[in-house]
């Protein structure tokens, strides 16, 4: 069973009519205020119906002064010879506008299917979701027998058709898709576009130039940097050891501070004992020192320690006894030495 869905649909979307809605939306954006200028319109030599010439700017009811070539030519029929129709049709695109013309032309038309001929233009309206199309009939029969009629020296056989009024229509089927002036038109309109986007491209750039400068100048300070680093990194790895370095000297003279000297505290009680004492053993443990030895009074030996500046927590860890049959006493003495006070 065949699907009528086709092939180039996209969630409903006719992939194969993107470049006719471009062209359309193209269209539409040329009308705008912005753009009109950059759509040139060409010059139209115009034969009105009372036999008078004319130039004007693409299709106007406005002649102008123009002294340059004029390549196309049209002839305005008389009134009597046009039945003119007014539309008001939601917004399409060129494509179906025109179909929708064509349609309303074929049914309202007095004429012959193969004798019609028509034209249609937008009406200026406000903004709106609607378009105000005048729509203009006519039979060919009778406008071949019109051309004939006119006795006009240097009239081409091929001109266009206006049905004239404050806003000509063009009647197609005749000249109008032939003059040179039309591809002159055409190719000058496109030129001008693609200055247009020239000039929008220029703009953007010019809009981006400092950034990118500024991109440029990041990326250059960031291979400055990552080079400086390099080339520094010897510096930065021996400021590193010296810190290690240092960092272990602070813990080795915190290690030093806590133990007392053993030299100076020797010559200290070398000065302060009594001649009476033995010392037997002398201990250093951090800044804790143990004497141990006999003494004719151990209780005198504690207070004398205890006096020195410098020597804190004088005590006697163990009881003390008497030599046997001897008038000394056996002592066990434990001090600490603080070193910044005795600096002081």
């Not at 496109?190 to 247009?196: H, I, K, P, T």
């Amino acid at each position: 069973m065949s699907s009528s869905k086709s092939q180039y649909d996209l969630f409903g979307l006719d992939l194969a009519a993107v470049g006719r809605y471009f062209r359309d939306g193209w269209a539409d954006a040329a009308a705008w205020p912005l753009f009109r200028w950059f759509n040139p319109q060409p010059p139209v030599r115009v034969m009105d119906e009372t036999g008078r010439t004319s130039v004007r700017l693409g299709v106007s009811a406005t002649p102008v002064n123009f002294k340059g070539k004029v390549e196309r030519t049209a002839v305005e029929l008389p009134e009597d010879l046009v039945l003119r129709r007014r539309l008001i049709l939601p917004r399409l695109a060129a494509r179906d506008l025109e179909a929708a013309v064509a349609l309303d032309a074929r049914s309202a038309s007095p004429f012959p299917e193969s004798d019609l001929v028509w034209g249609f233009a937008l009406r200026p309206a406000g903004e709106g979701d609607v378009l105000h199309v005048a729509s203009v009939l006519s039979s060919r029969a009778l406008i071949e027998r019109h051309l004939a009629n006119l006795q006009v020296e240097g009239l081409p056989s091929l001109c266009e058709v206006w049905a004239g009024g404050e806003q000509p229509v063009v009647v197609r089927g005749f000249g109008e898709a032939k003059g040179k002036g039309e591809g002159e038109g055409r190719r000058l309109r496109w030129v001008n576009r693609g200055l247009l986007v020239l000039a929008v491209a220029l703009a953007v750039a010019i809009a981006l130039t400092p950034l990118l400068q500024l991109r440029e100048r990041m990326f250059d300070a960031v291979v400055r940097s990552q080079k400086l680093a390099k080339a520094s990194s010897p510096q930065v790895n021996l400021r590193a050891d010296l810190m290690k370095f240092n960092a272990s000297l602070e813990k080795v003279g915190s290690a030093v501070a806590a133990y007392g000297n053993p030299l100076l505290t020797l010559d200290e009680l070398s000065r302060l004992l009594p001649d009476d004492v033995l010392v037997n053993s002398l201990e250093f443990k951090g800044n804790t020192v143990r004497i141990a030895g006999q003494a004719a009074n151990a209780a005198r030996l504690l207070d004398l320690l205890s006096a020195q500046p410098g020597y804190s927590e004088v005590k006697a860890p163990t009881a003390t006894t008497r030599v046997q049959g001897s008038a000394k006493e056996y002592f066990t003495i434990e001090f600490k030495v603080d070193r910044a006070e005795k600096a002081q």
